[in-house]
T-cell receptor
Framework: KAGVTQTPRYLIKTRGQQVTLSCSPISGHRSVSWYQQTPGQGLQFLFE???????NKGNFPGRFSGRQFSNSRSEMNVSTLELGDSALYLC???????????????FGPGTRLTVL | AQSVTQLDSHVSVSEGTPVLLRCNYS??????LFWYVQHPNKGLQLLLKYTSAATLVKGINGFEAEFKKSETSFHLTKPSAHMSDAAEYFC?????????????FGKGTHLIIQP
């Protein structure tokens, strides 16, 4: 079974631009979560989507948004990019929602975003 | 609310010696606990998971962890370190019952293996 895939793997943008990242979950997984990883803040939860609905959201500004499609693929969008948004963005998929007993999350390789 | 504290930011051991990575957690709900490993420029790989079935959990690559509720700990161990174990290790908590926090990660422990 194919793992979680993320595209693109690397991205360079300039301040003020917007960016869209894509995540394809493991087949059959309905939950997709997004995380930001930086050297200073570590791994931080952005949001979780389950059955096309945002279920949980971390403590990030409204510039960070996402959506999930009927095939469970998810996109994350960051508008008005800032230098501090440079990070590794990880996507994870699971069969069920976080907090369910079957909620093991499997991670993709990440998208490395650099904001200049 | 939930939190995770990894007690060591760096651990250095010699190849062939035991590994101990320490983790303490806090959770309002009955937690699920995980250890993930991240090799350089790679995503996160699940090592093992605790969900209240058994307190001693065996994972991949010879790793295991013991859940101790009285100590709120979930330390990761391996009897004999291998050079390929050098990586960043994350202790993670997920609150059962549909907590709103997603997964909460510790800051990570960088494991160094000396030849």
């Amino acid at each position: 079974k194919a793992g979680v895939t993320q595209t693109p793997r690397y991205l360079i943008k300039t301040r003020g631009q917007q960016v869209t990242l894509s995540c394809s979950p493991i087949s059959g997984h309905r939950s997709v979560s997004w995380y930001q990883q930086t050297p200073g803040q570590g791994l931080q939860f952005l949001f979780e989507y389950f059955s096309e609905t945002q279920r949980n959201k971390g403590n990030f500004p409204g510039r960070f948004s996402g959506r999930q499609f009927s095939n469970s693929r998810s996109e994350m969008n960051v508008s008005t990019l800032e230098l501090g948004d440079s990070a590794l963005y990880l996507c994870a998929s699971s069969l069920a929602r976080t907090g369910d007993g079957t909620d093991t999350q499997y991670f993709g390789p990440g998208t490395r975003l650099t904001v200049l | 609310a939930q939190s995770v504290t990894q007690l060591d930011s760096h651990v250095s051991v010699s190849e062939g010696t035991p590994v101990l990575l320490r983790c303490n957690y806090s959770s309002s709900y009955s937690p699920s606990l995980f250890w993930y490993v991240q090799h350089p420029n790679k995503g996160l790989q699940l090592l093992l998971k605790y969900t209240s079935a058994a307190t001693l959990v065996k994972g991949i690559n010879g790793f295991e962890a013991e859940f101790k509720k009285s100590e709120t700990s979930f330390h990761l161990t391996k009897p004999s370190a291998h050079m390929s174990d050098a990586a960043e290790y994350f202790c993670v908590v997920s609150a059962s019952g549909g907590g709103a926090d997603g997964l909460t990660f510790g800051k990570g422990t960088h494991l160094i293996i000396q030849p």
